[in-house]
């Protein structure tokens, strides 16, 4: 049974216009648009509900509003909590984008971070005293011991509305963490770490592997991933930013932090490299406390239409998942002899997690290689309409010829 869900809201952007058009977003905050098939964010509390499932965690990783809409933000802000609550979720959690703050700074007379401090509940966590420390140190963690979780919010737009330029770059143009924060964090995680550990911040941890040439993400991000993997435990880090769905590791090592980068449920989207991602949500559910690998779902949104279980090339799948610790070869062996010693030489995807769960926690990259491998031996791999293997056949075992389906 899943131990642990979170439900992850990307970069809703909302904004006072009508959602029409050249908007910067579907999401409006305008009252009549807070109806069903209208708003993103209305639509995934009825799904959730509708599919019984129980969340513990929403996360917003920044950018609730668009270009320092303050009026926005409180609206977006309330109708998240007004999801929270909808859904019994224990925890509403947000982080602070580019967007949410007069980066700028268009309006000196205010702090540009002044209107997210005033929103209520307070943000990014409702315990006022977290909240505040976030504020304070640029970061906060939050050890959940009944749930055997840690949370980390890092704000890597702290420097945004400071105006300090580097090169050519002025501060709002790129995420920052600073090396004074990665350093007391280190020391603080000491005492705080958990069976499962998710760190949350708005700009990209590390260059986007679909965007070699931006320079958006957080300047000193790959220090921070790398104090992360030295805490000795597995993380999973959650970011927003470029409204480009993807799931990786850091690296090639299985023990190296898991990236998931959201993809936005409302915002406008882009093509990059012959690809424009959906409004996408995510839902997270890790199989049991102290095997850090989970099943991740996800949906696509569209006006008129609401959400829908993601179709192939719009960015997450449908289903995928990260911790298995098999590997590719190793699993294409195991799910072969498996096929091979059914009557038939087939093998439903359905039956086969029953007999290797592990098949269910890769990403998407390591599923196209298994599949390359199976198919390089001789397996024939069948699809579902979401394009995510249905059915594996090795019937040209039987006389030489395959059998048909």
Known sequence: MPSFRILVLGDPHMHQGKPLGSAPSYLSSLPNYNAPKLSPIRDAADLMISQGVK??????PGD???QND???????WSQLDAMRKRLRARKLIGNVGNHDLDSRRNDASFRPDEALKSLVPSFPLSDKKLASRFWAQDYVVVKETSHQATLVLVNSCALHGTAVKRGKEASHEHGHV???????LSAELSSKLSSLNVLVMHHHIRQHPWQPDDHSHAENGPLLLEALANTGVRW???HGHQHLPDLNYANADKAAPIILSAGSIAGNRFEVQGRTPRNQMHLIEFDQIGNFRARIYTWNWAPAIGWTASFPDSGLPKLCGFGDQLGTQS?????????????TRRLKWDDLIEIIPDVQFLVPSELKHLIELLENSGTIVHYDKWLLPSLFDRGNEIDGAAIAV
Not at 70 to 76: C, D, E, K, R
């Open 55 to 60: 969340i513990d965690w929403i996360i917003c």
């Open 64 to 66: 609730i509003s668009n």
């Open 70 to 76: 303050t009026v926005s933000a409180g609206v977006a």
């Open 178 to 184: 600073s090396t004074t924060v990665i350093q007391k």
């Open 236 to 238: 999973l880090v959650i």
């Open 331 to 343: 699993l294409r062996d195991q799910i072969n002899a498996r096929i091979s010693s059914q009557a």
